[in-house]
């Protein structure tokens, strides 16, 4: 196959004028002397250019099949801009040697399901060795009601909220899909057509930035699962594991909140929010390390302000909303950076523990909500938290308690001029209505971070207005306290991905391997290949 890229289109032309393009860029018609072949194509990648506005396009990357003769012919006999060989890298899952060897196992454990565990499993499933897989919330649909619930009423359930329940974190959020993890095996290109191939639109699998949204990927999950299931997986919702026990020197089984199930081999997916799980895993001496993170306050702008600055223009319905990704390093050394940018979303009750607030972004597939945001975060560590493993853990709990203290476990609020002045007129509408799922007040959120954070974050604000205009308007809204962007320990693991107890695993966020839906469902990938490894190596004892 032959790879073309820098094809451009215009925003709305259709996209079957693509065919058009690639023979135009090929000489096919002239090489072919006029006689075109019907020849199939498929898109490998679409990102919007908008550098020469209002000059914009979409430019598509594709790979065309011409056979052999003809495309050596095209590539030979010139030199066929942005035209090269192309050659599918198609990641195939592992299997098992010896599936009959298999009898009398006991069946592996997925702790957490979220995109690492429902990935692990998917993996583990279609290898012929369906999981059991348990997770402390509920299944989606029993999940979303609780969730409603409580970002309408403000009561939390600690075990099944938007960090917690079937689909893991990713469920409740823009469902963002990029990821900063070169491809070199295919995996990721798999996970994304694994998550087209149970429902969402085909576009993400070449979109440069692929976005599902919480709608979508809710649907996606229940799919996935619903597959698994049919093909012997089993998963059990509302349980929690709790402990661990031993068989001699490795995994014997998971204690969970209503029985043991015994296993010699667990993979703990629990997500970055299990702190209750890190404490319990820390007090049977399982090796884990503190691990920096970042903290911050979530920034809301009128979404026709990002795509004025983007595109010139303030909407454009054949254009996706625009989204940013900006850093900063301050003038006393502290690194800045805009985090989970979520364009035409909400700023999100993201909770999971009684009288601790914490917040995170989400939006819908259409994207189409008035504001944007983005958590706007200060790397901390050791410095800023002390020493100890759960050190950070224990100062993101401080700051949440702060933030849920303020408003009384409502979602403090305040604009970017009261915030610089302290000026807070409570009885004052905001100059820019928030978007926000849970409840919210204004309140001083000031004293949440520490100074020298809030000063960072200011400073950035307005080094960002010189490239984003109207990034330092003063009715945009800050909301407190983005405290979880990513697990504060790393579960120490060896090769085989295995913590120092034998067979029980550790991966995804949560044990410090992953940051994002992408990577955690690719460490997912590459965990349940370290177990079909196990497995095919199993001595004569079964082991
Ligand atoms: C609101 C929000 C929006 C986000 N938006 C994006 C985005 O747009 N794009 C992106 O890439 N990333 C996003 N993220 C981050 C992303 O969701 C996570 O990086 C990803 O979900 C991590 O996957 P994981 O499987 O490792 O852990 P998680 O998704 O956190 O899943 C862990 C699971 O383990 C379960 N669990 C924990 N402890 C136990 C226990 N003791 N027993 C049983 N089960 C347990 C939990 O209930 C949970 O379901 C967002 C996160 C949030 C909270």
Redo the contacts with the bound molecule.
């Keep these: 196959m032959i790879k073309v890229s820098g094809l451009k289109l215009r925003p709305g032309e259709d996209v079957k004028h693509l065919r058009d393009k690639i023979t135009r860029a090929l000489s096919l018609d002239r090489i072919c002397g006029g006689k075109v072949p019907q020849f199939e194509y498929k898109i490998l990648r679409r990102s919007v250019d908008a550098r020469k506005r209002p000059d914009i396009f979409f430019v598509y990357t594709v790979c065309a099949d011409l056979g052999r003769q003809l495309e050596d012919k095209i590539l030979n006999t010139r030199n066929a801009a942005g035209a090269e060989y192309y050659e599918e890298k198609k990641y195939d899952p592992p299997g098992l040697k010896d599936p009959s060897g298999l009898s009398g196992i006991t069946k592996p454990v997925i702790?957490?399901?979220?995109?690492?565990?429902l990935f692990c499993a998917y993996i583990l499933t279609l290898a012929g060795i369906p999981p059991i897989v348990?997770?402390?919330?509920s299944d989606i649909d029993k999940r979303t009601e609780t969730v409603l619930n409580f970002f309408e009423t403000g009561i939390l359930s600690p075990e099944c909220n938007?960090?917690?329940?079937?689909?893991?974190?990713?469920a409740?959020?823009?469902?963002?899909?990029n990821?900063s993890v070169k491809d070199r095996d295919g995996i990721n290109r798999f996970i994304l057509e694994t998550f087209v191939k149970f429902g969402a639109k085909e576009e993400i699998a070449y979109d440069a930035k692929p976005h599902i949204g919480t709608d979508e990927l809710k649907r996606v999950i229940k799919n996935m699962r619903i597959f698994m299931e049919e093909n012997g997986a089993v998963f059990l919702f509302d349980?929690?594991?709790?402990g661990f026990c031993l068989t001699g020197e490795r995994l014997g089984g998971i204690r969970t909140n209503d029985r043991d199930i015994m296993t010699d081999r667990a993979v703990m997916?629990?997500?970055?929010?299990?702190r209750?799980?890190f404490e319990m895993l820390y007090e049977k001496n399982v090796k884990m390390v503190s691990k920096p993170f970042a903290v911050g306050l979530r920034l809301e702008h009128r979404q026709s302000l990002m795509n004025k600055s983007r595109y010139g223009t303030e909407y454009d319905k054949d254009l996706p909303p625009s989204d940013y990704k900006v850093t900063n390093r301050t003038k006393k050394g502290r690194n800045v950076y805009s985090f989970?940018m979520?364009p035409g979303g909400y700023v999100?009750d993201?909770s999971s523990e009684e009288g601790r607030l914490c917040i995170?972004?989400?939006s819908f597939s259409k994207r189409d909500g008035r504001n944007c945001n983005s958590a706007i975060v200060v790397a901390v560590d050791e410095k800023d938290y002390g020493e100890g493993v759960l050190a950070g853990m224990e100062y993101q709990r401080k700051i949440e308690e702060r933030a849920f203290a303020l408003a009384e476990g409502k979602i403090p609020v305040l604009s970017l001029r009261e915030f610089r002045s302290g000026n807070i007129r409570k009885d004052k509408e905001f100059g820019l209505e928030p978007c926000i799922m849970g409840r919210y007040e204004k309140a001083d959120i000031r004293g949440v971070l520490d100074p020298e954070i809030n000063e960072a974050i200011i400073e950035s604000i307005d080094k960002w207005n010189e490239s984003i205009e109207g990034f330092n308007d003063e009715d945009a809204v800050l909301s407190a306290v983005e405290a979880?962007t990513s697990s504060p320990v790393r579960i120490i693991r060896n090769e085989a991905h295995e913590s120092c107890i034998r067979g029980l695993y550790a991966?995804?966020?949560?044990a410090g391997y992953?940051?994002?839906?992408?990577s955690?469902a690719a460490d997912?990938v590459r965990t349940a290949g370290k177990l079909l490894e196990s497995y095919n190596k199993r001595d004569g004892n079964g082991i």
């Design positions: 702790i957490g399901a979220g995109p690492c565990g348990m997770d402390r919330g938007v960090q917690f329940g079937e689909g893991g974190a990713g409740f959020s823009d469902g963002k899909l990821t349980t929690k594991m709790t997916a629990i997500g970055h929010s299990a209750d799980t989970c979520c999100i993201s995170n972004g989400m979880r991966a995804g966020e949560g992953a940051g994002g839906i992408m955690a997912g």
